[in-house]
């Protein structure tokens, strides 16, 4: 995939997966909240690279949308995701959550006021794999509210794959406009924001080829898994 990034003048933000190479080289003016490009660039590793379909996202049980956990190096926090705004999206994620691609990827980006990220790099910050791209979901009426779990991409709008992001606050200039394309919203946190909360506000400096906000000490992904719909979280 290659290397991109939103210019901030234009969504005050952005979150793609590119080398730090071509970050800087691309990046433009940061905002105030210091919302930086996330960065990927493929790895040769073997990846089941199959395209999903909506039918993919399979229910947690009859008419309840599914849930993850996410088990984390600093605790815990259940996503609900909604397959019914973003069937495709929602899909790729439980596919590779269901394959344990998640396992040992860790949270490279932590931005205090804005994003947590991760999915994507292994403790070494080598990127994990070749999954496929997604269709960008970010028209369907989800909008990037604090809380809410988005699929992070480059600038080409439909190249988003694994990796995702966690709004620590209200990111209004995340969602889509008559000009642009959006970064597509498919799940919230309906339990351990506090956790969120919690990653986003550790130590960051210069890691792998990230310049900034890179956690100091590694945030790793243990392991993501379904929630049964015996042990469902409520959800508002």
Not at 50 to 64: E, F, I, R, S
Not at 100 to 108: A, D, N, R, V
Not at 180 to 207: C, E, H, L, P
Not at 218 to 227: G, M
């Amino acid at each position: 995939m290659k290397p991109l990034m939103l210019a901030a003048a234009l969504l005050a933000a952005a979150l793609s997966p590119a080398s730090q190479a071509a970050d800087t080289a691309q990046t433009a003016a940061k905002t105030d909240s210091n919302t930086e490009a996330k960065s990927g660039a493929k790895s040769d590793a073997k990846t089941d690279t199959k395209a999903v379909t909506k039918g993919d996202a399979k229910p947690a049980g009859k008419g309840l949308p599914p849930q993850v956990q996410v088990v984390t190096s600093l605790g815990n926090f259940v996503i609900e995701l909604n397959p019914e705004r973003a069937p495709l999206t929602v899909a790729q994620f439980l596919k590779f959550v269901d394959q344990g691609y998640y396992s040992g990827t860790i949270f490279h980006r932590s931005i205090p006021n804005f994003v947590i990220q991760g999915g994507g790099y292994d403790g070494d910050y080598k990127l994990k794999g070749n999954p496929p791209n997604v269709v960008n979901e970010s028209g369907n009426g989800l909008t990037n509210t604090r809380g809410t779990v988005g699929l992070a991409r480059p600038s080409e709008p439909h190249d988003g794959d694994v990796q995702f992001y966690v709004n620590l606050n209200d990111n209004a200039a995340l969602d889509p406009s008559a000009a642009r394309w959006g970064y597509a919203v498919f799940g919230k946190v309906v339990q351990g924001m506090d956790v969120v909360d919690r990653i986003g506000n550790v130590a960051t400096g210069a890691r792998g080829p990230f310049k900034e906000n890179a956690p100091l000490k590694n945030i790793t992904i243990e392991k993501i898994e379904r929630v049964p719909a015996s042990e469902r979280v409520p959800s508002s």
